[in-house]
Each structure stands twice: as C-alpha cells, then as structure tokens.
C-alpha cells in the first residue's frame, strides 16, 4: 500500500507485514514469481518509482565486497538499520560494525535473515546466493534487488544526483546501469549547489505564504525561478535573489 506523506508528498510504502504468512511458503495474495516480472523481459514495463522511507527500518545486505560497502553506506545515509550477511567482510564493512553502525554475520546467507526485513539487497557475484535472497525475500514479502541481477530484483535502484534537499533519479528499469550512470554524470554537471540554495529560498517562501493565509498553488512559481535568481544565487548575491522571489510572489498575487 502507499500513501502520500502530508510533509512531502513522496510515496511512502508499506508493504503488508502482518499475520503468519510473513515468514512461510504457504502466503496468500498475489504471485509475484515469474520471469515476465523484471525489466529486461517486459520492456514496455517500466516499475513504479518511489522513494522509500527506509530511516529505522531492518535492511539487510548479502555480501562483503566493495559493491556491498557502496549499498550499506546508501542505506546507512538514509538511517535504515543495516544487518550485512558475508562470508568475509571488507575492511570497510569491518569498520562500520566495529563501530557499531551495522551488524553482521559472517557466514553464509540463510533465509531466515530476512525475518523482520524491510528489504534486501543481494550484492554478489553468485547467481545462486542472489536467487536464494530472492526466493526468500518473495516468501516473506521483502523488497529484494540484485546487483546487476535483474532477474532476482523485485525492485531497482536508480541514480541519484543530489544538491540539498533536491535529489534527481534517474533510472532504466535495470536494462542499463551504465546508462543511467552516465546520465548521473552529465547531470550532476548541470546540477551545482546553487539549485540546493535555490530550493532552500522556494520552500522558505512557500511555507511565508502559508503562514500568511495565501495559497502557495496559486504563487506563479514559474515566473519566479524565470526571473533570474539562479544567477544571483551563482554570484553569490542571496539576498537579493530572495528578494526578487518575494517580490515575483507578492506581485502575482495582486
């Protein structure tokens, strides 16, 4: 199920968790097995984009290696509660549970490891080990993704380029990482700090007018960031890109 969030807007997920079905083969509901479920062989299908509130959720991680450290840092950065199945840990990961920032077994992934996950990422190179995460994941309705696995994904993860509280995805359906990498590059160049700032003043502003009793769905938005501000904002000159919004607002609404 997903709803909004009132404060943003994004889609919240919460998969169905409850019940005995959580943990055993005999589940009902709908069958999500089946080679026609991934991108590569739906094209035309291309997922449902979220953003997952992961913060204080159990996220598992198989796997030790440099792509597992890169996926566990992702997690960590969004406050999940990481746990990491590995028959050997990295240095890296090492460090993280020495500090106490994961946990870890280091052994070889069982499907009882996702009792009580949210979700699951299977960051090997064995096909085998990342179809036993699938499977179970499916059992136990956990959100699985493969590293360059597709066929043992139930979801995908996309690029992000972040400035702030601005973050831009950029996905492909898991048909090209590559791809989306590359975009990723071309858009972090456009994408400079400044549009951080930016999006700073816009919901500052937003959050006057609403305070003020006026709407902020009836501001003309697009006038405003047509004005100019983001090469104020280049330049350094923040104030008076705030007040050349505040003055964009107050005449729209006039």
Same mark, same amino acid.
Request: net charge negative.
């Given at each position: 199920?997903?709803?909004?969030?009132?404060?943003?807007?994004?889609?919240?997920?919460? @998969? $169905? !968790?409850? &019940?005995? *079905?959580? /943990?055993? #083969? +005999? %589940?009902t =509901? @709908? $069958? !999500?097995? &089946?080679? *026609?479920? /991934?991108? #590569? +062989? %739906?094209? =035309?299908?291309?997922?449902?984009?979220?953003?997952?509130?992961?913060?204080? %959720?159990?996220?598992?991680?198989?796997?030790?290696?440099?792509?597992?450290?890169?996926?566990?840092?992702?997690?960590?950065?969004?406050?999940?509660?990481?746990?990491?199945?590995?028959?050997?840990?990295?240095?890296?990961?090492?460090?993280?549970?020495?500090?106490?920032?994961?946990?870890?077994?280091?052994?070889?992934?069982?499907?009882?490891?996702?009792?009580?996950?949210?979700?699951?990422?299977?960051?090997?190179?064995?096909?085998?080990?990342?179809?036993?995460?699938?499977?179970?994941?499916?059992?136990?309705?956990?959100?699985?993704?493969?590293?360059?696995?597709?066929?043992?994904?139930?979801?995908?993860?996309?690029?992000?380029?972040r400035?702030?509280?601005?973050?831009?995805?950029?996905?492909?359906?898991?048909?090209?990482?590559a791809?989306?990498?590359?975009?990723?590059?071309?858009?972090?160049?456009?994408?400079?700090?400044?549009?951080?700032?930016?999006?700073?003043?816009l919901?500052?502003?937003?959050?006057?007018?609403?305070?003020?009793?006026?709407?902020?769905?009836?501001?003309?938005?697009?006038?405003?960031?047509?004005?100019?501000?983001?090469?104020?904002?280049?330049?350094g000159?923040?104030?008076?890109?705030?007040?050349?919004?505040?003055?964009?607002?107050?005449?729209?609404?006039?």
């Amino acid at each position: 199920m997903t709803e909004p969030t009132p404060a943003t807007g994004q889609a919240r997920v919460h @998969p $169905d !968790r409850t &019940g005995p *079905d959580r /943990t055993g #083969p +005999d %589940r009902t =509901g @709908p $069958d !999500r097995t &089946g080679p *026609d479920r /991934t991108g #590569p +062989d %739906r094209p =035309g299908l291309g997922g449902y984009p979220v953003n997952l509130l992961v913060a204080g %959720r159990r996220c598992v991680v198989v796997g030790g290696g440099r792509i597992a450290t890169r996926k566990v840092e992702g997690l960590l950065d969004a406050g999940a509660q990481v746990h990491v199945v590995a028959a050997q840990l990295g240095d890296e990961l090492a460090a993280l549970r020495d500090q106490g920032r994961i946990t870890a077994a280091e052994r070889a992934f069982v499907p009882s490891d996702l009792d009580e996950a949210w979700l699951a990422v299977a960051a090997t190179d064995d096909p085998a080990t990342n179809g036993a995460v699938y499977e179970a994941g499916e059992a136990r309705r956990v959100w699985v993704n493969a590293a360059d696995d597709p066929e043992h994904c139930s979801f995908t993860l996309m690029s992000v380029v972040r400035q702030g509280d601005l973050v831009v995805t950029i996905g492909t359906g898991g048909r090209s990482p590559a791809l989306a990498a590359y975009l990723k590059d071309r858009l972090a160049q456009e994408l400079g700090p400044e549009w951080g700032v930016l999006l700073d003043l816009l919901s500052e502003a937003r959050e006057d007018l609403r305070a003020g009793g006026r709407s902020s769905e009836t501001a003309d938005w697009r006038r405003a960031l047509d004005s100019g501000m983001l090469d104020l904002i280049r330049a350094g000159r923040v104030a008076e890109a705030k007040e050349l919004l505040e003055a964009c607002l107050s005449s729209s609404s006039d």
